[in-house]
């Protein structure tokens, strides 16, 4: 077994002779009880590569398989750290809590701050108002927030607990001692069994944005400023390349929702919150002139504040080349200034690297899925480079996706070979690779199972990345993100070519050094 001193690592502990002796007494017991049948196993394997089982498996209702989403408190966590001395407080079970911990550090590779008041049986029964109590109060005096986000699980939806008079009884029965009279508390209802991580983003936005502001709106008098909600945005860079860009204009703006600092700390001392959007200018936000969504369907709910606060709203969605060119010229448009030179330059070189690389993604086939903002710009940036995206798939798709996303597809010359799968999971798309095989998939790590039951190459890109180190730290996002999505792609593509043309004066002919 293992030595102090020599530690294994698993990927080789499991390949010592000990535990290949007990692998092999555990699949003769399994084959006593029948439960395998090798030959009963291949074949039915071999059946579900077939059109037949591809209709049977578009035709499941009661299941889900690998659905390629997360649930709703998962998103209103990354809602909560995007604001400065902000605690992120999830009602509910103190598992739930550590998947959300978990989720995030294994994508980020950074520790995620998070606390519940771990509900139990009891307050499945009597209800969960002596946890939030209790909860705040430890919350409060362990951590000291300067604002407490709450959200729920499932547990405290079915029971039907009432936040904001939990919250106001947790408050009065403190008197301040604890809990200080001022301190914000915004809260939203995020039920795991609906909606997914984007819904979540989009309720807690919608909480704290809608209860800081209230009662500091000036419907009149309106600040030459601009608000920017990121959405649910797992690559940092990303918000980092839309701060450049605003820079660069030279005029004043706000990211509401700042996550960037908070997942992706220097090593040193670590602090439990690491930047974040201000909260008094969270309080002021409803008084800048505009407020601009780059994921539209992961703030639906937050965007209609807009007109309460009676200003401009706008969705960009600044993923690829013209992602990138509608969004700066509604800059320009709202802001009133020229497009700066140094963004023409940056546009330039991506130009010019996407016309290096055409070639060599023109005509692929790429299966690809994701969120649904995710979706549309990388979609988009894939039809701009010549590729098709054969099989679209998100699991999470709301109400008028689909019907973009076709429209989006339409532009293509190969229309009629690209489909939309709202609603479907990655065993669905295994279907899809089986009956109708694509050169490329693109997706998140989700994905390594179907490259090794179909041999289709996979690119790893979306969320979450939990078996590559620091993609995250990129952007996707701007001429610069653009570009980055355009080397992670079309290297892709030729690492699969130069796999392909290995063979020793067999498959090596059109293996050259110099592309």
């Known amino acids: 077994m293992q030595n102090v001193e020599n530690i294994v690592d698993g990927q080789k502990l499991f390949l010592k002779p000990e535990y290949q002796e007990l692998l092999k007494n555990k699949k003769e017991f399994e084959s006593i009880a029948g439960a395998t049948n090798p030959e009963k196993l291949k074949e039915i394997s071999e059946w579900t590569k077939t059109w037949e089982y591809r209709e049977k498996n578009f035709a499941r209702e009661a299941i889900t398989i690998n659905p390629a989403k997360a649930c709703q408190p998962l998103g209103a966590v990354m809602a909560a750290l995007g604001f400065e001395n902000t605690m992120p407080y999830v009602h509910g079970s103190h598992g739930c809590v550590s998947y959300f911990r978990s989720y995030f550090t294994r994508h980020f590779k950074e520790p995620t701050p998070c606390v519940s008041d771990s509900m139990t049986e009891d307050a499945a029964v009597f209800g969960g108002l002596a946890n939030m109590k209790d909860g705040l109060k430890n919350c409060c005096a362990l951590y000291k927030p300067d604002m407490i986000a709450v959200s729920t699980t499932c547990m405290a939806e079915v029971i039907g607990d009432d936040l904001k008079s939990f919250i106001d009884g947790a408050k009065q029965e403190d008197g301040g001692e604890y809990i200080p009279k001022d301190m914000p508390i915004p809260y939203a209802h995020t039920p795991s069994f609906t909606g997914s991580h984007i819904t979540g983003y989009d309720n807690m936005m919608h909480g704290i944005l809608g209860q800081l502001t209230e009662g500091n709106v000036d419907k009149v008098n309106k600040k030459e400023r601009i608000n920017i909600i990121p959405g649910f945005e797992s690559y940092v860079g990303s918000i980092r390349s839309i701060k450049n860009i605003l820079e660069e204009f030279g005029y004043d703006y706000l990211i509401l929702g700042d996550h960037s600092d908070q997942f992706d700390t220097p090593s040193g001392n670590y602090k439990m919150f690491a930047g974040g959007t201000k909260l008094d200018d969270t309080k002021d936000c409803a008084n800048s002139k505009a407020t601009i969504s780059l994921q539209k369907y992961a703030t639906k709910k937050t965007m209609k504040l807009s007109k309460i606060w009676k200003q401009e709203k706008v969705f960009a969605n600044p993923i690829g080349l013209k992602g990138t060119d509608d969004f700066i010229m509604k800059i320009s448009e709202l802001t009133g200034k020229e497009v700066p030179e140094s963004l023409k330059l940056q546009r330039g070189r991506l130009v010019d690297a996407m016309q290096d ?139 699969r070519l130069d796999e392909e043309t290995k063979g020793i004066a067999t498959t090596d002919y059109f293996f050259d050094l110099i592309r």
């Open 357 to 495: 690389s055409y070639p060599y993604m023109h005509g692929k086939k790429i299966a690809i899925w994701g969120d649904p903002d995710f979706l549309l710009g990388t979609v988009s940036f894939l039809l701009e480079m010549g590729a098709e995206p054969t099989h679209v798939l998100c699991n999470n798709a709301p109400k008028g996706w689909e019907e973009e996303m076709r429209a989006l597809l339409d532009t293509s010359k190969a229309k009629d070979d690209l489909h939309v799968w709202a609603g479907k999971d990655l065993w669905h798309m295994r279907s899809l690779l089986f009956t109708e095989p694509v050169d490329f998939m693109i997706g998140n790590s989700y994905g390594k199972e179907l490259y090794r039951d179909t041999g289709t190459p996979l690119i790893r890109i979306g969320f979450p990345i939990f078996d590559r180190h620091h993609l995250h730290r990129y952007s996707m996002s701007g001429y610069d993100g653009a570009l980055n999505l355009l080397t992670w792609i079309v290297n892709g593509v030729l690492d």
